[in-house]
């Protein structure tokens, strides 16, 4: 197993895990559910955990899918861009839900307002991480590629 297997195995995780998180973060700040909004918060900062082995395989993997045919640095770069500007939201929106936990256990009335911060920003992160996500498939993926068995595709 090496680099590019571990990243694309544990790449999917923060994209479904941001996913996840949005809906739960949203049922319960829109339902103004404590317990609902609490476990959408947990989740956000499980899914910034969650990002954290897909950037750190991410360099290795890269190494790797530069050796393969049809593959340019091209497709490598984009991909790193927008999973890194996808990691840091997720790890933005992560912070602002761990001061979200610790203003909900203290009863803040700037709770409510802190977690409907955190979901919008956990909900950018999903859109960067899937970008991201759908810039990867591109590299080992030729078929997904616009402009596919053109000249153009690289």
């Known amino acids: 197993m090496n680099q590019a297997h571990l990243h694309l195995i544990v790449n999917h995780l923060p994209i479904m895990g941001s996913l996840f998180a949005t809906a739960l973060l ?42 393969l045919p049809r593959v340019s640095r091209a497709l490598i770069h984009n991909h790193e861009e ?12 992560a912070a602002l839900a761990l001061f979200g936990l610790l203003l909900l256990k203290s009863q803040s009335p700037k ?11 956990t909900l950018l992160s999903f859109g960067l991480l899937a970008r ?9 993926h030729p078929e997904i590629r616009t402009g596919f068995g053109t000249t153009d595709e690289l």
Do not use: D
Request: aromatic letters at 4%.
């Open 132 to 140: 991201a996500g759908n810039l990867g498939g591109q590299i080992g």
């Open 26 to 67: 949203a049922v319960g700040v829109l339902k103004s559910n404590p317990t609902l909004t609490k476990a959408g918060l947990v989740a956000v900062l499980a899914a910034g955990l969650l990002c954290l082995p897909a950037q750190f395989t991410g360099e290795g993997a890269a190494t790797v899918a530069q050796k």
């Open 82 to 93: 927008a999973a890194e500007l996808g990691f840091w939201a997720l790890e933005g929106a």
């Open 111 to 121: 709770a409510r307002l802190l977690a409907l911060v955190a979901l919008a920003a």
